[in-house]
C-alpha cells in the first residue's frame, strides 16, 4: 500500500509540472581508499545555518528571527553583487579584493582538512567569490573561535609562497606573497599565501589528499558578528589565484537537501573530476566571477506567467540577467517578474489565506498559516531554464515558515534594493543536486534526495 501511494505521488509531482514556457530549442592526487579502478570523490560535508552540527546553532531561536536573519544576509549579499557588477571594485591583482561577499553566519559550512597531520576547517562555501583562506597562527583575534586554528609552522608539508620565485639566485630571499578581502559586512582578512595538503573524503571510506593547493594564511582578521567558520572556500570560476576550482579543476557539485530540517545529515559538496554532473543542462556563463543562467519564464502549476523572455537577459551595459547564487537565501527578480508571481500568489490564495504586512519589510507577500499543514495542496512553482531545464520548487523551498503562524514568499523585488540583476537563491535548489561544468559551460540539475548521492 505505501507503494502504491508513493507511486501515486510521483504520478502527481510530474503531472503538475508545466508544460508552458517551452524554451527554444586535471589534478594530481594521491587516495589512500578501497577500488582504485573508479574515479575518487573529493566530498565536503556541507552544514547548513539551521543544522544542529552548526557552531552557532541555537535551539532557542525562533522563526521569526531565523527569517530575519535570511533577509538581512539577502540585502548584504545584493549590496556585495550591486557593487560587483556595476564595477565599483577594485582588484589590484588576482588575489587582492576591495569587497567580498559577506562573512554572516546565514551560509553553508564546507568541512575538510589541512596539513600534515591535517586539521579540519569549517569554511564559508561561495561560489560567488575566489578566495580561498583560513585563519592561521599567529593570529590577532582568532582566540574566539571555539575550532581548531590552522598552524602552519606544525604541518610538515606546509611551504610559504613567494612573490617571486628564485630559481637560479642561491642568494635570493623569498618575499612572501600576501593576500586580503574586505567584505561587505565590514569583516576583513589578511595574511600570506602558502601551500599545503588538503584532505578530503572520497565517498566511499576513503580519503584524498591533494598536495601543493595554494591558500590565504589569514594573520590579522576582523569579523562583525559571532564566529562560527575557519575561512572561506572560493568557488568562482574568475580566474583567480586562490581560487579552488582553479587549481583543482573547474568541475564541482553540490546537493542541498532541506534547509529547514535541523537533523539532515547528507548535504555535500564534490569537486574536481568526481563531480556529480548528471540530470537536466542548461547553460553557464561567467560575468563578474558570477555564474549567469539563461531563464525563459516561470510557472506556477499549468499556469504558465506572462513574462517577456527578453526581461531575464543581460543587456548591453552588463546588467541585468540571473545568477544562481549559494550566499543569498531568497530568491529576488526584476519588478515586472515580481508583481507577477506576487499578483498570482494572492489570486491563489485570495479567499482563503489572511494576508499580513510586515512592517520591517513591507515588500514581503506573508499570511497566517502553515507551510506544511496548509498549503498540502499547492502547485509546484517552475523556473524555466534554456535548453529544458526546469527547477522545480515545491511549496518549503518557495516560501519561508517565519514564526509559529505566519509564513512568506521567499522571493522578493531586486529594485527594493537598487539593483536589477536577478538571483536564484539557495532555498529554491533545496532538493537538488547541482553540477557546475566550466570546460563545457553547462549546470546540471537533478532533483534528488541527497542521502542517495552520499553511499
Request: proline residues 5%; glycine residues 8%.
Amino acid at each position: 500500500m505505501a507503494f502504491v501511494q508513493e507511486s501515486l505521488h510521483l504520478l502527481l509531482f510530474f503531472l503538475s509540472l508545466s508544460t508552458c514556457c517551452l524554451p527554444s530549442i586535471s589534478t594530481t592526487y594521491t587516495t589512500i581508499a578501497p577500488s582504485p579502478s573508479k574515479t575518487h570523490r573529493l566530498v565536503s560535508k556541507l552544514i547548513h545555518y539551521n543544522s544542529i552540527h552548526h557552531p552557532s546553532y541555537n535551539p532557542n531561536k525562533t522563526a521569526k528571527e531565523k527569517m530575519e536573519l535570511n533577509i538581512k544576509h539577502s540585502i548584504t549579499r545584493l549590496a556585495y553583487l550591486k557593487a560587483r557588477i556595476e564595477g565599483s571594485l577594485v582588484s589590484n591583482n588576482s588575489y587582492r579584493s576591495s569587497l567580498s561577499p559577506s562573512l554572516n553566519g546565514r551560509t553553508i559550512l564546507a568541512n575538510l582538512s589541512i596539513g600534515q597531520p591535517p586539521i579540519p576547517q569549517l569554511l564559508i562555501m561561495d561560489t560567488g567569490s575566489s578566495t580561498f583562506w583560513t585563519m592561521c597562527t599567529p593570529c590577532t583575534s582568532c582566540t574566539q573561535y571555539p575550532g581548531q586554528i590552522f598552524n602552519p609552522s606544525k604541518s610538515s608539508t606546509y611551504s610559504p609562497s613567494c612573490n617571486e620565485p628564485c630559481y637560479f639566485d642561491e642568494y635570493c630571499k623569498c618575499e612572501l606573497a600576501t593576500y586580503s578581502a574586505s567584505y561587505a559586512d565590514k569583516s576583513f582578512s589578511s595574511g600570506t599565501i602558502g601551500s599545503d595538503m588538503l584532505v578530503f573524503e572520497t565517498g566511499d571510506e576513503g580519503i584524498a589528499q591533494l598536495p601543493n593547493i595554494e591558500f590565504g594564511c589569514a594573520h590579522d582578521i576582523i569579523y562583525n558578528h559571532d564566529p562560527s567558520y575557519n575561512g572561506v572556500l572560493g568557488l568562482g570560476f574568475d580566474g583567480g589565484r586562490l581560487s579552488l576550482v582553479t587549481q583543482i579543476g573547474p568541475k564541482f557539485s553540490y546537493c542541498i537537501g532541506s534547509l529547514t530540517d535541523k537533523h539532515y545529515n547528507y548535504n555535500h559538496l564534490i569537486l574536481g573530476e568526481g563531480a556529480n554532473l548528471e540530470g537536466y543542462t542548461t547553460h553557464l556563463e561567467v560575468h563578474h566571477g558570477y555564474n549567469y543562467l539563461t531563464m525563459e519564464g516561470i510557472s506556477i502549476g499549468e499556469n504558465c506567467l506572462d513574462i517577456d523572455p527578453s526581461t531575464f537577459e543581460i543587456k548591453e551595459n552588463g546588467t541585468g540577467g540571473v545568477i544562481i547564487d549559494t550566499g543569498s537565501p531568497f530568491s529576488y527578480f526584476v519588478d515586472d517578474v515580481y508583481k507577477l508571481l506576487y499578483n498570482e500568489i494572492q489570486n491563489l490564495f485570495r479567499g482563503s489565506l489572511r494576508q499580513v504586512k510586515v512592517r520591517k519589510f513591507p515588500w514581503m507577500l506573508c499570511y497566517f498559516g502553515i507551510v506544511s499543514k496548509d498549503l498540502t495542496g499547492f502547485p509546484v512553482v517552475t523556473f524555466h531554464l534554456a535548453g529544458g531545464a526546469d527547477l522545480v520548487l515545491d511549496s518549503l523551498s518557495f516560501f519561508e515558515q517565519t514564526g509559529d503562524d505566519l509564513f512568506c514568499m521567499a522571493v522578493g523585488p531586486t529594485s527594493e534594493f537598487g539593483i536589477d540583476v536577478s538571483v536564484i537563491g539557495l532555498l529554491a535548489q533545496q532538493s537538488y543536486n547541482v553540477g557546475y561544468d566550466n570546460v563545457n559551460g553547462l549546470i546540471y540539475f537533478q532533483r534528488i534526495d541527497c542521502e542517495l548521492l552520499s553511499s
